[in-house]
């Protein structure tokens, strides 16, 4: 019986035996591929695993300092543009520059009072054949709302005493009734580079319903050039201009603001070159009203809140003595 059944026994030890090598041996042969895999493929992933963290680091820290970068830019566009009113009008102060010496010294004051104006969109047109990175600049760091176009006086304009500003005063009444409805609230103001402004002045003309005029200092020979008033009617009955006072309106470019819906609502009002000097404004206000119609501002104009302050041209006889000789003092610096 006991050796029956050591006999029966044996080949269940044998089997067990078999069973056990066998796993082994997979086994082994596992670990063998995955140690050649690991060689020549495992080792070469895990530099580029590495890499890839490595690069996602760095796109991680770079979006980081992007994102600072983005809310400090809200930040400040918050901070400048804090008294902006969704439901005030819009004032679209127009300037045409170009390239002269004082150009960025007028710019920059302009700029300064423009940047306590609240709902302000200033339009600088260049009379140039392209954008320069000195008006780009200047635009940049100013913070203001702003639209920057350029236009060239054509050759047969460009000669001393022919009007200067029409292609580009002309170029932002383009661009305001391409891009504006009559939904929108606004009002237009040519504001020449040269000028001295009060920040009340721009107050005064944000309600303009058609065409609102006031007095202008240093201008035409007089300390102040000013609509007269019939003092019963409140109405404009003339001026006080001593030169050409036979224009149908003597007004200076600074006097008036016309309103955004009026100007996209007469949609043919330009300026022109074929008027006489000094007729510019009378040539783009006959077009658009008539003297019943303007109406006073600045306390009946009695105040004056901008005058006509032309930058005197700066004496640069050093200068040119130095680009006689091939040298410049401003190389590297915008001046």
Known sequence: MSIKSKENSMPIY????MTTKKRLFWCLCLLLVFVVWYVFFGAGRSEQYAAMKQSMDEYETLLRETREQILDRLKMCQRDCQHWDPEAPV???????????VQKAELTRLSQTLMHVSNLHWIVIEDAVKKSSLVENLLARTNLNHTHLFVQTP????????????????AALRWLRKNKTMNDKGVVYFADDDNSYSLQVFDEMRYTKEVSVWPVGLVGGLMV???ILNLTTGKVVGWNSAWRPDRPFPIDMAGFAISLQHILKKSKAYFAYNVSGGFQESHILQQLTVREN?????????QVLVWHTRTEGPRLTEENKLIARGIH???GLEV
């Open 155 to 170: 050759v047969p304009y460009r000669r001393k005493g022919s009007p200067r500003g029409v292609e580009q005063r002309n």
């Open 225 to 227: 050039e000013k609509p």
């Open 91 to 101: 004032i679209y102060a127009v300037t045409p520059t170009y390239a002269r010496p």
């Open 294 to 302: 303007l109406e006073p501002k600045a306390d009946n104009c009695t």
């Open 14 to 17: 044998v089997a067990i035996d």
């Open 329 to 331: 003092s401003d190389v």
